[in-house]
């Protein structure tokens, strides 16, 4: 049986388990499930978007628990606090783990999560399942050109790029790069390794799109470089800034649905429920 608590996030075919969830006055998230049946396994699915969000991810475990159920699952594409995956100066938390820790004590049976911002957050989860980008990407470029390029925004999208095009056999990567100010998360130094791009089209590959600076920078310095159409893919569009600078500057731009709050219709949107193929 499947627990979806956002009743417009339904990433896994299934029966339904019924329930109601609300927040009291005073800010404190709520469950009552409807259906008393006894099942042998519950997968919840979730989209963690804000505390408010892991707060009735918690109360639903517990919930559940007090139904007698032992195998309980736990499905979250994007986990939060995923790129505080370092303490870059002093007096930070370690946000990732924070998150991790608070998870690992409800002691679930698997958590699955799609395309994490590195190796960190995998490492910190127990029981973690990682779905990777490849489903997605693949997706992506059957509705693209053939004479396509690969572009990898930053050092830090390196590892999994070449493992993607690895897994599509049919293009060639372009290693770009950045300078970020660690104190104030200023970018600036965007370079193309190459001068001429001779038309070829391009698509930059990454796992979070936030304000969209990082784009927007290398996409000037792909056209300075003769690229031909620009193309975005990004597994979780979070978008803090809107989509319009975005959608000024790439012919199509790429997600899923794994973020509530992306905001264009304009947006090509792949869901989850297409990539992860979950076995219930």
């Known amino acids: 049986m499947i627990l979806n608590l956002d009743q417009n996030?339904?990433?896994?075919?299934?029966?339904?388990?019924?329930?109601?969830?609300?927040?009291?006055?005073?800010?404190?998230?709520?469950?009552?499930?409807?259906q008393s049946n006894e099942y042998d396994k519950v997968i919840i699915t979730h989209r963690l978007n804000s505390f408010n969000d892991l707060g009735i991810l918690l109360v639903a475990v517990d919930a559940v628990k007090r139904l007698c159920i032992k195998n309980i699952e736990l499905v979250i594409p994007y986990f939060p606090a995923a790129r505080q995956d370092r303490v870059m100066v002093r007096g930070e938390a370690l946000t990732v783990k924070v998150y991790a820790n608070i998870i690992n004590e409800l002691k679930l049976d698997k958590v699955t999560i799609f395309d994490p911002h590195s190796e960190v957050t995998p490492a910190l989860l127990n029981d973690c399942s990682v779905i990777n980008n490849h489903s997605f990407i693949s997706k992506v470029t059957q509705q693209l050109p053939k004479d396509l390029i690969?572009?990898?925004?930053?050092?830090g999208a390196l590892k999994k790029i070449h493992k993607l095009a690895g897994h599509l056999m049919d293009y060639e990567v372009l290693e770009c790069g950045?300078?970020?100010?660690?104190?104030?998360?200023?970018?600036?130094?965007?370079?193309?390794?190459?001068?001429?791009?001779?038309?070829?089209?391009?698509?930059?590959?990454d796992d979070i799109c936030d304000g969209g600076g990082t784009f927007l920078g290398l996409a000037e310095e792909l056209r300075k470089c003769n690229a031909g159409d620009l193309y975005l893919a990004v597994s979780h569009g979070i978008f803090s800034k809107g989509t319009k600078t975005l959608l000024e500057n790439f012919k199509t731009v790429f997600t899923t649905d794994s973020i509530k709050n992306a905001d264009s219709d304009a947006l090509n949107f792949i869901s989850i429920k297409e990539i992860i193929n979950y076995e219930v």
């Open 9 to 34: 996030f339904k990433p896994i075919d299934g029966d339904e388990i019924q329930h109601e969830t609300f927040t009291f006055s005073g800010g404190e998230p709520h469950i009552k499930i409807q």
């Open 150 to 155: 690969l572009v990898s925004p930053d050092a």
């Open 178 to 205: 950045k300078s970020r100010d660690v104190k104030t998360g200023d970018l600036s130094g965007f370079k193309v390794p190459v001068k001429n791009l001779d038309n070829c089209n391009c698509l930059i590959v």
